[in-house]
């Protein structure tokens, strides 16, 4: 069975799925956040005729590979060493280099914190298919996740016990993860499609984010009389 009217029949990418299976064990980019991306990035390529679905389908599967490598080393970036694996595998099971080649770019440009730029209307789909699924509130929630991982907590304190409000000085916490990443991804993608899909998310993740600001200040000012 053809996907999307490509090249690549349901053999195929099931042998590229049971690859990235191997290296799915990180709760923030498990097996379904790259499930969600494979079905962003089919929505998105069907409105592009000149996308090559193969490509698509390669990359969204492989995008995270390289969590593994990055969490051993955090000097490595994923995107980068999931874009070598990926190039070696595909390479292995057949592809051409320039096929192997393209998948890699996918993958090395799909990264936010990055100066690799996606270039190809296939890069600039997975970046956005990925960054799609970092809006609204499963955004927050993912983050919730990768921050309690590695013990990054919602709000910091100053010296003076007022909360820091989540600029980029501050110490790492949830609120500056969403005021200097969250809340800037919606100005970054780059189709139409996922432009449209982040806007309905915007405004979840805002009503999440404020109800919480909201909850903490009154819960931390709260005073009881007599106690």
């Known amino acids: 069975m053809d996907i999307l009217g490509g090249k690549m029949v349901r053999e195929e990418e099931k042998t590229i799925e049971e690859f990235m299976l191997k290296f799915m064990d990180d709760s923030a980019h498990d097996i379904e956040h790259v499930y969600r991306v494979l079905n962003y990035s089919k929505i998105i390529a069907s409105k592009y005729q000149n996308a090559d679905k193969r490509i698509v389908i390669a990359s969204a599967l492989l995008h995270d590979i390289g969590r593994k490598v990055q969490f051993k080393n955090p000097e490595k970036c994923h995107a980068k ?20 080649q393209h998948v890699k770019e996918c993958i090395v440009s799909h990264r936010y914190r990055t100066k690799n730029k996606p270039v190809t209307i296939e890069a600039k789909i997975i970046f956005d298919a990925d960054k799609l699924d970092v809006t609204g509130v499963i955004g927050i929630a993912r983050t919730f996740l990768y921050q309690g991982y590695v013990n990054i907590p919602i709000y910091t304190v100053n010296e003076n016990n007022m909360i820091h409000t989540g600029k980029k000085e501050d110490p790492s916490s949830f609120f500056r993860e969403y005021n200097n990443k969250l809340k800037k991804v919606y100005n970054l993608f780059y189709t139409e499609e996922a432009r449209e899909i982040a806007e309905i998310n915007k405004k979840h993740s805002e009503c999440f984010y404020n109800n919480l600001v909201e909850e903490i200040t009154v819960a931390r000012n709260m005073k009881f009389e007599g106690i």
């Open 81 to 100: 060493e999931g874009g070598e694996i990926a190039y070696a595998f595909l390479k292995k099971i057949g592809w051409n280099e320039r096929d192997c």
